[in-house]
């Protein structure tokens, strides 16, 4: 158990925008931060992160609260370990009692496999580093490769010994169970056997981008033996090979602070360009380069600039990625290295200056190094040319934005000499064939959506959105203006001398939460929504109990889905800023201007609408009764009360 003490110290340091920026590139809009949403495929931010606040809104998926809850939403990490990573950026001590093995025993699956992997990547680095064995044969290894105490620590790198269950053995030996070592990969299970997948390999952990480690690749030393040169973990609960990057964790502020990222190929390619000095680089791990993996650099930075060996198979792979790159809206240039060079071994002969400098000189834009690659081969072939410049094209044709398909449009006419006409008819018969594709497969889901969404009565959808905008209307203001002090005008109800009821305006001062309250204690009105009914138990008792009530206080109290929704509310108008409404001269009335008619207009809403609901009652029930005089009365002496509110919310509008 974490203390409270510790958590708490946790709060009060942790700064979202910070937290956030690890993982999402951040850029001012007013008093808040935007950036694209981290949790869905998106070209335009729809991601608002408030300081002030110090809570953070997805308006593209719904999600949304304070640091912890975004950890738990895209790490997946539980309460703790949320805790624990914020409380070792912050250099925080950690105050918790040792894990028991009741509590291991109750730790879920997923984090099950967590701590074994934690447990998998010591155990390696520690026998690297301690062992005879580990560093005759593994730390030898490193060392051969240029690679310095300080990088082998940095990286975790470490080694498995070359025997059937070294690492198996000594993970059941210390409590972790055979079920995980298996669902994790770290071992094979064959019947009554269990052995080491990695044994005999140097060990690479690969990290997620807050430094969970979720695999491992493993390097061969023996040449002599029939196995593949590097073996990776399976695809498990945690790992998914195409959604990662090597390297991200240790890469990520620098990719946001230099606006580029480095893409290579090899676990070493980035260890050692890294040694170097230059830090923003990643690889795919050996794998071909996926959508989700481009979509981890396009939070921190639009520009990649891809590095392959000089040799043929090395450019052919940087022209796979190439169309992937451009698909997402990016900036892609692409560096060969000299024949017979990779990253690794270029970097160890060179300085971080001379690195750069021939980057600079050698990285081309894409379409400049896919011309002159595919030029070489077609040369003197009129046919192979035709292929090479609609191969371009289609290149082209990937970019979202038209401006810049112009622009390439035009330097591919100049590259291959041919005219821009015949380019812009391509590009257009190749955008028509793609939107027609879209366009079908669009339809082919709405056409089953239609198939499984049974018919509802339209009036019954719309009863119950008003009640929950309404309800919704009123713990924003709580919320927001919870704790301020307004004039508010109330209508009293008097009787006249001839018997008629009419309206008496009368000025009263009240703190906002109070208002609210008591309006709804007059009329006996609940929240239908339980959602709503509980946050506003919570907020109305905290604002009684709390004067220096902060948001960003009261949301760490709360559950996850409290703490969305909060976050939902709370930035709901944040997200005129993300559409920058007021540069086409359409400007969002602001709240704070007239909160007191905010508040009234909203309780006078609520009250009215309750009140045509019961009249919708009431008049059913005549239908059902044979003595409907008693209910015929009611129904009118509502809807003189009903024509009263209507008059009070038209004087509330017009203020």
Not at 339 to 355: A, M, T, V, Y
Request: net charge negative; aromatic share 10%.
């Amino acid at each position: 158990m974490i203390s409270k003490e510790t958590i708490d110290k946790v709060f009060e340091t942790a700064r979202v925008e910070e937290v956030i920026g690890d993982f999402v590139n951040l850029k001012k809009s007013g008093s808040n931060f935007k950036g694209l949403s981290p949790f869905s495929d998106e070209r335009t931010p729809s991601f608002m992160v408030s300081p002030v606040k110090q809570i953070w809104k997805d308006f593209s998926t719904g999600k949304g609260g304070s640091a912890v809850s975004f950890l738990m939403e895209h790490e997946h990490f539980s309460y703790p370990e949320a805790i624990k990573y914020l409380a070792k950026k912050y250099n925080i001590e950690v105050e918790e009692t040792e894990r028991t093995d009741e509590q291991k025993e109750a730790a879920n699956e997923r984090e099950s496999m967590y701590l074994v992997s934690e447990y998998a990547r010591d155990y390696y680095h520690k026998t690297l580093l301690n062992s005879e064995i580990g560093k005759a044969i593994g730390l030898s290894y490193f060392k051969e490769r240029g690679f310095t105490d300080e990088t082998i620590k940095k990286f975790e790198l470490g080694y498995n010994p070359d025997q059937w269950d070294a690492f198996t053995s000594e993970a059941i030996r210390k409590g972790y169970k055979l079920d995980y070592l298996e669902k994790t990969g770290l071992s094979i299970v064959k019947e009554e056997k269990q052995f080491d997948r990695f044994k005999g390999r140097v060990m690479f952990p690969i990290h997620s981008m807050s430094g969970r480690v979720l695999g491992f690749g493993g390097r061969i030393l023996d040449s002599s033996k029939k196995a593949a040169k590097y073996l990776n973990s399976p695809e498990s609960e945690i790992y998914h090979k195409s959604k990662v990057l090597y390297g991200i964790y240790y890469a990520k502020q620098m990719i946001a602070k230099e606006d580029n990222c480095y893409l290579v190929e090899g676990y070493t390619d980035v260890i050692q360009m890294y040694q170097t000095g230059i830090e923003n680089v990643v690889s795919s791990s050996g794998t071909a380069l996926t959508p989700e993996q481009i979509r981890l650099i396009n939070r921190l930075t639009k520009n990649i600039t891809v590095l392959f060996d000089g040799d043929a198979a090395g450019q052919r792979a940087a022209l796979r990625g190439i169309d992937l790159i451009l698909e997402q809206g990016m900036n892609v240039k692409v560096c060969s290295f000299p024949e017979g060079e990779d990253p690794d071994s270029f970097s160890r002969k060179h300085s971080k200056e001379e690195i750069l400098t021939y980057f600079n000189e050698n990285a081309k834009d894409f379409i400049q190094y896919k011309a002159n690659l595919l030029v070489e081969e077609a040369a003197g072939d009129p046919v192979k040319k035709a292929a090479t410049v609609r191969d371009m094209v289609e290149s082209i044709s990937k970019i979202p934005d038209a401006i810049k398909q112009e622009i390439y449009v035009q330097e591919c006419a100049r590259i291959m000499e041919v005219s821009e006409n015949v380019l812009y008819n391509t590009l257009a018969q190749i955008l028509n064939k793609n939107k027609k594709e879209a366009l079908k497969q669009e339809r082919s889901k709405v056409q089953e959506s239609m198939a499984v969404v049974p018919d509802e009565m339209p009036d019954q959808a719309q009863k119950v959105n008003v009640l929950y905008e309404l309800e919704r209307k009123l713990i924003e203001a709580l919320l927001l203006y919870g704790k301020v002090e307004e004039d508010f005008e109330d209508l009293i109800l008097k009787e006249n001398e001839d018997g008629s009821l009419e309206l008496e305006p009368v000025v009263q001062k009240s703190r906002v939460f109070e208002k609210i309250y008591l309006d709804l204690q007059d009329d006996e009105i609940e929240f239908t929504n339980d959602l709503f009914k509980a946050l506003y138990s919570k907020i109305v008792e905290r604002l009684h109990n709390d004067p220096e009530f902060k948001i960003q206080n009261f949301i760490n109290e709360l559950a996850p889905e409290e703490a969305s929704e909060i976050s939902n509310i709370v930035l709901n108008d944040e997200k005129y800023e993300l559409h920058r409404w007021d540069t086409r001269e359409v400007y969002v009335r602001k709240k704070e201007t007239s909160i007191a008619q905010f508040v009234s207009e909203t309780v006078l809403s609520l009250r009215k609408y309750l009140i045509t609901q019961k009249i919708k009652d009431l008049m059913e029930q005549t239908l059902d009764s044979n003595d409907n005089q008693d209910v015929i009365r009611d129904i009118l002496d509502y809807q003189s009360l009903n024509t009263l509110l209507g008059n009070k919310l038209g004087r509330v509008l017009s203020v």
